[in-house]
């Protein structure tokens, strides 16, 4: 059995991981320590990221609508989960690690004019 980094639990949700290949569905534990999840299929196999390794969240915002996918980055890599809860799963992250580290994820307009800006700084134009 799998030991959980949290005392306290703030939220249980549903979830998928992209982690690897193929989707993985399972619950997302988010507590005081950490946000964990926990794979439906098979009880060894999970996630745990403590909040202080927590570098950043990102989703996308349409509309003023938050997509189901997010993405936490932290300083071992990236990881990439869905929630049908995700707004409420990104609150709770918020709280843990700050407002301010819970981002819109660039449109693809906005990627496409970063790649075109630094094209032509190379260019020295």
């Given at each position: 059995?799998?030991?959980s980094?949290?005392?306290?639990?703030a939220l249980?949700?549903?979830?998928?991981?992209?982690?690897g290949?193929?989707?993985?569905?399972?619950q997302?534990l988010?507590?005081?320590?950490?946000?964990?999840?926990?794979?439906?299929?098979?009880?060894?196999?999970?996630?745990?990221i403590?909040?202080?390794?927590?570098?950043?969240?990102?989703?996308?915002?349409?509309?003023?609508?938050?997509?189901?996918r997010?993405?936490?980055?932290?300083?071992?890599g990236?990881?990439?989960?869905?929630?049908?809860e995700?707004?409420?799963?990104?609150?709770?992250?918020?709280?843990?690690?700050?407002?301010?580290?819970?981002?819109?994820?660039?449109?693809?307009?906005?990627?496409?004019?970063?790649?075109?800006?630094?094209?032509?700084?190379?260019?020295?134009?």
């Amino acid at each position: 059995m799998v030991q959980s980094l949290n005392s306290k639990v703030a939220l249980t949700a549903k979830g998928i991981s992209y982690l690897g290949i193929g989707a993985q569905y399972g619950q997302f534990l988010l507590g005081d320590r950490a946000f964990e999840f926990f794979n439906d299929n098979n009880v060894a196999d999970y996630i745990q990221i403590p909040w202080p390794n927590v570098t950043a969240v990102y989703t996308s915002v349409s509309r003023q609508h938050v997509s189901r996918r997010f993405r936490i980055e932290t300083d071992k890599g990236n990881f990439d989960f869905s929630s049908p809860e995700s707004g409420k799963v990104l609150q709770v992250i918020g709280d843990h690690i700050g407002r301010e580290k819970v981002l819109r994820q660039p449109t693809l307009v906005a990627r496409m004019k970063t790649i075109f800006k630094k094209k032509d700084k190379k260019k020295g134009v």
